[in-house]
């Protein structure tokens, strides 16, 4: 292999200029404006390492400084998922390098998470989690799932469930964006400090999220009058990607998997060919039977 010479960039501009020549946008998580959204509310400190071979510019490893914790993170911060090196065609062998080289000269404490160009046999990561997809295509339907990896016990006691908070008065709209606050109340709520949304910064970036011009889907459960819960997903090029739910389940027993179910629905009937359910078993992908891969992180302090 070449030698890499590296510089770091800290300039916004000139940190985007980079990204703009090197994404493939192949996920939301490669989208500049995606990312932006969670960066933009702290503005931490970038720390965009390029890489050249013999004066060509081979690509960047994407960080940042989090100034809250004091360490190196991915650039837009723990939320992200699928980070990785953006390199050129042909050189994707040199990933490990832009992380040697920062292990060795960044002389900062560093938590990279959820990083999907390297392994344990390639460096030293750890598995610390996993992260649930689904090929949509592969089942074609939601019943098709159902029968080909539920039991029939587990198929009787969701479709039981599903009857039994039908009997409600319920109403399903989609994209009343104000409903955006009552998703991160409801979570909160919810989950207490565990909640993304403890932190304030978050709930600016998914008001700056819901600006973007992407294919979103809020849809706000109504029962018996009342908004009870709340899920976001979006579609990306090819992929349905399920991001976050709100659901305040005293009232309503059952109700979150309800809302998973129509969710799931909303996913087999779109034109997206992958089911992207994020980080964490979150208490239903398990159950869901969703196909599971390791996340890993490198931590140095």
Sequence with gaps: ??????????????????????????????????????HAP??????????????????????????????????????????HVFLKDGFEEYANNFYLHVLKNAQKNILL??????????LDVEEYDSTFTLKLKEFGSLESLLEKRFSSKSRGNLRKKMRKIDENNIEIIENNLEDIDLLMDLNQKRFGEESSFADKSQRESFHLLLNLPLKWLLQTFIVNGK?????LSL??????????????????????????????????ASEADILDAGRNPSGWKDRWHLDAAPAYRLVQS
């Design 42 to 83: 702290t503005d931490f400190p970038l720390y965009f390492y390029s890489g050249s071979i013999k004066n060509e510019l081979i690509g960047f490893l994407p960080l940042q400084h989090n100034t809250k914790k004091n360490f190196l993170e991915f650039f837009a911060g723990s939320f992200m998922e699928y980070n």
């Design 1 to 38: 292999m070449e030698n890499v010479s590296f510089n770091l960039i800290s300039d916004k501009k000139k940190a985007e200029e980079l990204w703009q020549h090197f994404s493939k946008n192949k996920t939301a998580y490669d989208d500049w404006q995606f990312r932006n959204a969670f």
């Design 235 to 268: 579609i990306y090029k090819n992929i349905f990607m399920y991001i976050m739910a709100g659901t305040d389940l005293e009232n309503v027993p059952n109700l979150g998997s309800y809302v998973i179910t129509k969710v799931m629905e909303k996913a087999f």
């Design 227 to 231: 908004k009870e819960s709340v899920s």
């Design 113 to 122: 998470r959820d990083m999907s160009d390297t392994t344990p046999d390639l």
